[in-house]
Structures are given as C-alpha cells and as structure tokens.
C-alpha cells in the first residue's frame, strides 16, 4: 500500500534534503503543491494520508490551520 504524501510549498524552485529522502522511499506517493487554496482542493478531493506544510514557522502554522479548518 502507497502513502499519499501532499506538501504544500510556495516557493517553485527549493531543494530539501528531507525530499530527497521521501523521493527514494518506494511505497511514498508525493506531491507538492504551492497555494493553500490548491491544498485544499486536493484535500478535499483525494484520499491523502499526509499533508505537511513547508515555509516559515509562523506562516506555515497560519495555512496548516486554515487547511484544517475545512475539515470537520
């Protein structure tokens, strides 16, 4: 069974050694993306296992909470 990772990222070009990792893992599906508000489209709409969110501290707390205000 594959898991689902979805990354929200606003910056197009980044590396990340951590990605890097999550790239070699075989049985991990991801997918970055780079607005809250494709997000959440994709949250509200596939079945996603994982969803982290990359950038400063404090704006990345601020969209992980507004992410998860769409859900109940």
Do not use: C, K, W
């Not at 979805?6 to 993306?33: G, K, N």
């Amino acid at each position: 069974m594959d898991i689902r990772l979805l990354i929200l990222h606003p910056d197009p070009v980044f590396s990340d050694a951590t990605l890097t990792h999550v790239y070699a893992m075989e049985q991990v599906e991801s997918r970055i993306v780079r607005t809250l508000s494709d997000a959440i489209y994709i949250l509200l709409r596939e079945n996603v296992d994982l969803f982290a969110v990359e950038g400063e501290t404090a704006v990345a707390i601020e969209q992980a909470t507004n992410a998860r205000q769409h859900f109940p």
